[in-house]
């Protein structure tokens, strides 16, 4: 029988995200395909380390986080991660094994109100060798100094943070984030939205964003950005597969839209796939082939959503986790992208997905 804190950590689960799939995962475990010619050079991406040419990128997973938490929460409660040190540490161990498996860089899509913490992003990059591009903008649920601001003030922060850099680090994120959930926006969320809209117009810089798919989320999404004028190609929809509408997701994709897939370990059995509409991960890996055969590979991100530590959900949620993800944030690498070519996704195609969409995506300037 769960204990009262596994049951609060699966309840908290349940809060986080759906998706499912059985535990009978893929036995091949090949890393990711790496490009095999030079590519065409493109602008900076700028990471938490300074901007790098974008075709240093590499294999590219573009929806992650080192840890979900709140704005100076690791400053204020530390030990509650077990301390900084041994937090950071863990977290530097995991994004080795990250790079072991071939993937180069990360986007930490986690703004200031989740407790973005540019310097441990840097320690983790520096010690890791996984390149860290740093994220502005917000997530669902305003503090109330943000809520307080007017979409024209909001857009100004995030024109600040990209052109002057993130506190005093210097470190200018390289993508801005907006976030909303359920069936309509709150008028936070669409101050949000129309906020990113116009510092993406002014900077150049990307916007991805936090979308419930199976309401639809994304529609709602662009029609803020297309009224505000922001072109789609700057925009990738998150958390799409956790929607099973190929019309839904192709029109997207079609309007010119990335889809960020990936949710895909939430299709897992173990995290209630299968239940309550909540797609398989087989199933989100034979959308992503449908996709493909639709002739919208460009149009695809693949990452995890993973993250090293979590505080904005009951104690033991990350203990949960991984136990019922025990490969973290390599669910891709260890079981995605092997079922893929198991279903005829080629190794071009799979490139295109992680290396050469985001290197397009990011890469401005």
């Not at 699966?10 to 759906?18: E, R």
């Not at 863990?90 to 994004?95: W, Y």
């Not at 129309?194 to 529609?219: L, N, Q, W, Y």
């Not at 979590?310 to 025990?326: F, K």
């Amino acid at each position: 029988m769960a204990t009262r804190r596994q049951f609060l950590a699966q309840m908290a689960i349940a809060s986080l995200a759906a998706g499912s799939v059985p535990m009978v995962l893929a036995s091949n475990t090949a890393a990711p395909i790496q490009p095999t010619a030079r590519p065409r050079k493109l602008g900076v991406v700028q990471t938490v380390l300074g901007p790098i040419s974008g075709d240093r990128m590499g294999f590219t997973a573009p929806h992650e986080h080192v840890l979900a938490s709140s704005t100076d929460f690791m400053r204020l409660w530390p030990e509650y991660l077990g301390g900084r040190s041994r937090f950071t540490n863990g977290a530097i161990e995991r994004m080795k094994a990250a790079k072991a498996a071939g993937i180069d860089t990360i986007v930490d899509c986690t703004t200031a109100d989740l407790g973005r913490d540019v310097r441990l992003l840097q320690e983790v990059s520096r010690r890791s060798g996984v390149q860290i591009v740093a994220t502005t903008g917000h997530w669902l649920t305003p503090t109330p100094s943000f809520e307080a601001r007017t979409a024209e003030e909001l857009a100004d922060f995030f024109t600040l943070e990209i052109e002057r850099g993130i506190e005093d680090t210097g470190v200018k994120p390289g993508v801005i984030k907006a976030a909303h959930q359920g069936d309509g926006m709150t008028p936070f969320q669409e101050k949000v939205f129309k906020a990113a809209a116009r510092a993406s117009k002014r900077t150049g810089v990307p916007v991805t964003t936090h979308s419930d798919a199976r309401h639809r989320g994304g529609e709602q999404q662009a029609a803020i950005f297309e009224q505000e004028g922001l072109d789609p190609r700057m925009v990738c929809i998150g958390h799409s597969d956790e929607s099973a509408d190929f019309d839904y997701l192709a029109g997207l994709a079609r309007r010119g839209y990335t889809l960020g897939i990936d949710h895909l370990f939430y299709g897992l059995s173990s995290m209630g796939g299968g239940t309550n509409g909540i797609p398989i991960w087989q199933d989100r890996a034979a959308m992503v082939k449908k996709l493909i055969d639709a002739g919208l590979n460009d149009r695809i991100f693949l990452a995890n959503d993973w993250m090293f530590g979590i505080t904005i959900a009951a104690a033991g949620t990350m203990d949960v986790l991984n136990e019922r993800n025990p490969f973290g944030n390599l669910f891709n690498v260890r079981n995605t992208i092997p079922e893929l070519r198991q279903i005829g996704v080629t190794d071009e195609q799979i490139r295109t997905i992680t290396v050469m969409n985001p290197r397009t995506f990011f890469a401005r300037g």
